[in-house]
């Protein structure tokens, strides 16, 4: 199907040496973009080129922290110099701190919000002047069940995945007359490092009741793969989705839609 094809197109993911974002570029590459990413340090991007080149792709990767604008321009213009206009962004880096609200300091706050919203406008907005030149721009921003709903400990998280909601419909209303699409996906529970602590085994054996409680409220009875996001992310990047903006796509195996399990 021709429309789902990335042939010819810059694909750029942030944080995506390993993860959710390595299994999103890994599909946009199998769907013929060329791709790009960055992480924090040098370490993890090395770790993320040999992955890559195992998979027998070969990826950019640089070193860049998503929350430096000045940092986030210099890579920008450095990606162009080298690699040429993204066409697609995916803004995938992100943190978790599970902390008690009233236990949480202001700076921990600040740094989740950073990362998880402030990092997504700091690289759209250096990425959407060079799309509107092209003519055409694709944004993914990675929400979160987190967008929609409150858990106990996670108030910056939530915070921050709300407000990114918020920055994708209101992107898609800026700059959708550039033919620029910005739609969202927001992953269900996956299992990935970030929520490995949540999935960890009891010292008798047994399942961590967190684990046990996703499984429970998940329609689809398990945890979701970070493979579970590729098809929805090349639609999203592709021409496929010409039309759709300002869309956030749940991909959750149904949590959303269940009140959960009767007692
Ligand atoms: P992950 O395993 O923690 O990977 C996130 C990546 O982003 C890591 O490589 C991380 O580096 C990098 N990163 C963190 N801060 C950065 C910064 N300032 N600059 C550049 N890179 C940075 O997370 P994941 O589970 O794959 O999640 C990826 C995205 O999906 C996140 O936005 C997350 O919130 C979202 N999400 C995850 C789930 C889930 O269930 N796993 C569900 C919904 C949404 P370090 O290793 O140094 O931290
Ligand atoms: C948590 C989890 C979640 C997920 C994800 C859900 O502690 O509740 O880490 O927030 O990572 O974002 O969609």
Not at 65 to 81: C, G, M, R, S
Not at 108 to 126: C, Q, T
Not at 169 to 192: L, V
């Amino acid at each position: 199907m021709n429309m789902f094809s990335l042939e010819g197109k810059i694909a750029l993911v942030t944080g995506a040496s390993y993860g959710i974002g390595f299994a999103i570029a890994e599909g946009l590459a199998q769907a013929g973009a060329t791709i790009v990413f960055n992480d924090i340090n040098q370490e993890l991007v090395n770790k993320g080129l040999a992955a890559y080149e195992e998979k027998g792709i070969k990826a950019h990767g640089y070193v860049c922290d998503v929350t430096d604008e000045p940092a986030v321009q210099n890579l920008i213009a450095t990606i162009e110099k080298e690699v040429g206009i993204v066409d697609i962004l995916v803004n995938n880096a992100g943190i978790i701190k599970r902390i008690p609200m009233c236990e949480m300091s202001a700076e921990d706050f600040r740094k989740v919000i950073d990362v998880d919203l402030n990092a997504p406008f700091i690289m759209s907005k250096a990425c959407i002047p060079s799309m509107i030149k092209k003519g055409h721009g694709k944004i993914i921003n990675i929400c979160s069940m987190m967008s929609e709903l409150g858990r106990e400990t996670v108030s910056a998280y939530a915070a921050a995945k709300g407000g990114l909601k918020m920055l994708t419909r209101n992107i898609c209303s800026e700059y959708g007359e550039q033919n620029i699409q910005c739609n969202g996906i927001g992953p269900g529970y996956i299992a990935t490092p970030q929520t490995a602590p949540l999935r960890e085994l009891q010292a008798d054996g047994s399942r961590h009741p967190f684990d046990s409680f996703i499984i429970a409220k998940t329609p689809a009875a398990r945890w979701g793969n970070p493979e579970d996001l590729v098809g929805p992310a090349v639609f999203l990047a592709s021409d496929a989705s010409n039309f759709v903006n300002g869309h956030i796509l749940y991909v959750d195996g149904g949590i959303l839609a269940y009140i959960g399990k009767q007692p």
